[in-house]
């Protein structure tokens, strides 16, 4: 197992940004998915008769996203030096400018707990041209691709995922001095010399269940185009959704859980030894899979790990049972965990399988040694 998780992680360091393609159906982004962000073309209007490039030299694109209720989640600030100028042409005693940017990595997105709201991600890219040397010199400090400030309350989770997900990027927390400088430079916006090349919002909402996602409600990966036809303004962002097993594998918890896994799957507990595999059992139940502060769990991690949890509570009473079959009927939370299985064992890779399906559910000895349990408890309760 160890060989094959640093495996996993070379490779993400040579591929960080690895998308989930498992299917079409599968291949939504909500609040409890890590994802990467990228501006990929800006489109203006420069409401000035002159050459739109001498005019924007000092010019710079503006991404604030909020994070449910959380205002200004993320800001990444990209400068003239790092967008490449396309196609422009006069239009209206101005131009329609073309920018695409240069960095292509974009902002790593981390899964968030606690989000509450309309809506997981609501953006808005703007433009601004013409700033002052100074203004402008200040927001070079935090272009490009090597910087992305977040509010207070997000640092842990975006330090979180930049540790999981290699990227050269700095974390600029509210308390550094570059950032305070940007703070007062937005917070003086309209008061700034500059020119207005247009605001585009993107909002993308809830997710409650991802068992009831469906394509009208919900962020496909891939390229969004928006536009303020009223501005002449239109952004492609790319959305690219990552592998958060990758976050998951490296936790305590799931590597305890594979431990408890290797030690009971298919194996016989001994009468000697059954108060203590109980106790421990449960133990391990009452800590559950907790969040720390840089890494949230999503609900659905909670789950499956949870079912497989569950089958070792099942089966470990039944296997130092001498009768081994009964009369009872199985738990409420027993039946849900069984009929978990008998979807999931055989099939292919999914988000509600994903965390568990390389170890568990993939590999032909574990899935075997799970099914002998499964089994065990299936005839102990007489379920077909």
């Known amino acids: 197992m160890a060989h094959k ?24 982004i909500t609040q409890y998915d890590p994802y990467i962000l990228s501006l ?63 960095d292509k990595r974009g902002i790593l997105v981390p899964p968030s707990k606690d989000v509450s709201g309309s809506y997981f991600l609501e953006l808005t890219v703007s433009g601004y041209a013409d700033l002052t040397d100074t203004d402008y010199e200040k927001m070079k400090k935090l272009s490009g691709s090597e910087t992305v400030p977040v509010s207070t309350s997000m640092i842990n ?70 536009e303020n036809k009223k501005a002449y303004a239109i952004a492609i962002l790319n959305f690219k959704s990552l592998r958060d097993e990758l976050m998951v594998y490296e936790q305590d918890y799931y590597k305890k859980l594979y431990e408890i896994f290797l030690k009971l799957a298919g194996n016989s507990i001994y009468q000697d030894d059954y108060f203590k595999v109980v106790d421990e059992l449960n133990d391990f139940k009452a800590i559950g899979f907790k969040d720390r502060d840089d890494v949230y769990i999503v609900p659905e991690v909670k789950k499956q790990l949870g079912n497989i949890l ?10 130092v049972d001498t009768n ?22 055989g099939g292919d890779k999914n988000r509600l399988n994903k965390y568990i399906y390389d170890d568990y559910l993939a590999n032909d000895i574990n899935r075997v040694k799970l099914q002998r349990d499964i089994d065990l408890i299936r005839n102990y309760y007489n379920i077909r």
């Open 40 to 102: 990929k073309k800006y489109t203006f209007y420069y409401p000035v008769d002159d050459d739109p490039l001498s005019g924007t030299s000092n010019f710079v694109v503006v991404m604030r996203g909020n994070i449910g209720n959380q205002k200004d989640a993320f800001i990444k600030f990209i400068t003239a030096d790092q967008v490449g100028f396309d196609l422009a042409r006069e239009f209206e005693d101005g131009y329609i400018q073309e920018v695409n940017a240069l």
């Open 5 to 28: 998780k640093y495996f996993l992680l070379v490779l993400l360091l040579l591929v960080f940004s690895g998308s989930v393609s498992f299917s079409q159906v599968d291949n939504f």
């Open 310 to 319: 569950e089958v070792f509570i099942l089966s470990t009473p039944i296997k």
């Open 324 to 345: 081994k079959t009964s009369e009872s009927m199985i738990s409420i939370e027993g039946q849900v965990v069984i009929d978990y299985f008998r979807e999931n064992i």
């Open 157 to 226: 989770s975006f330090a979180g995922i930049y540790h999981n997900y290699p990227q050269k990027t700095d974390i600029f927390k509210p308390t550094d001095e570059t950032w305070a400088e940007a703070q007062a430079f937005l917070a003086g916006m309209n008061t700034r010399q500059k020119v207005d090349l247009g605001t585009i919002t993107f909002k993308s909402p809830m997710i409650a269940d991802i068992k009831n996602i469906t394509a009208s409600e919900s962020l496909a990966a891939g390229d969004k185009t928006i």
